[in-house]
T-cell receptor, first 116, second 112 residues
Framework: DAMVIQNPRYQVTQFGKPVTLSCSQTLNHNVMYWYQQKSSQAPKLLFH???????NEADTPDNFQSRRPNTSFCFLDIRSPGLGDAAMYLC???????????????FGPGTRLTVL | DAKTTQPPSMDCAEGRAANLPCNHSTISGNEYVYWYRQIHSQGPQYIIHGLKNNETNEMASLIITEDRKSSTLILPHATLRDTAVYYC?????????????FGGGTRLMVKP
């Protein structure tokens, strides 16, 4: 089945130690998104790629970066994780936002990051 | 962005219809209403979306008022597996993409 895959499901890192979270998709969608969801809060968009074009949300900290080497893969890099970065990180894809009639986002299961 | 207002929690008896309201009084003419749900420890799942007309699919029905200032998501026969947080979202669209701004959502508890 076509899907959005996130690995690992659980990631533990140390304070200040760089960490990379991975997302892959078999949907061949143009757009990929990264969201952060802290405990008991709603998901918050960090940034997205439309094809190779990167779009950062205005309030996304510089500590968060992303790479999309090809259509299928997208990575979230946290350069120096702090305790406040502990959260669920959700990857999503959508086919093409320019489509008339709306455009659905498909989410992966998320990676839960713990910072020690 | 058009903001949405939802009750923080609701209960529903198993087998009964669950009616989840959402207010979006500042919605503009070309903004869609989307509904997603998030079951505990999973990623959000798309349910349904609409612009002006009522919509129905295999999961739910969406009723949008004529003035588009509010909508209701209807799960016709709620099951225990429908227990989740339900998010009503007005899609923000600009030249850079299709953005979903999640609000607080409604925590639906389906009880036996």
């Amino acid at each position: 089945d076509a899907m959005v895959i996130q690995n690992p499901r659980y990631q533990v890192t140390q304070f200040g130690k760089p960490v990379t979270l991975s997302c892959s998709q078999t949907l061949n969608h143009n757009v990929m998104y990264w969201y952060q969801q802290k405990s008991s809060q709603a998901p918050k968009l960090l940034f997205h790629y439309y094809d190779k074009d990167f779009n950062n949300e205005a309030d996304t900290p510089d500590n968060f970066q992303s790479r999309r080497p090809n259509t299928s893969f997208c990575f979230l890099d946290i350069r120096s994780p702090g305790l406040g970065d502990a959260a669920m990180y959700l990857c999503a894809t959508s086919r093409d936002w320019r489509l008339a009639g709306g455009d659905t986002q498909y989410f992966g299961p998320g990676t839960r990051l713990t910072v020690l | 962005d058009a903001k949405t207002t939802q009750p923080p929690s609701m209960d529903c008896a198993e087998g009964r219809a669950a009616n989840l309201p959402c207010n979006h009084s500042t919605i503009s003419g070309n903004e869609y209403v989307y509904w997603y749900r998030q079951i505990h420890s999973q990623g959000p799942q798309y349910i349904i979306h609409g612009l002006k007309n009522n919509e129905t699919n295999e999961m739910a029905s969406l009723i949008i008022t004529e003035d588009r200032k509010s909508s209701t998501l209807i799960l016709p026969h709620a099951t225990l597996r429908d227990t989740a947080v339900y998010y009503c979202i007005v899609r923000r669209n600009n030249n850079a993409g299709n953005m979903l701004t999640f609000g607080g959502g409604t925590r639906l508890m389906v009880k036996p």
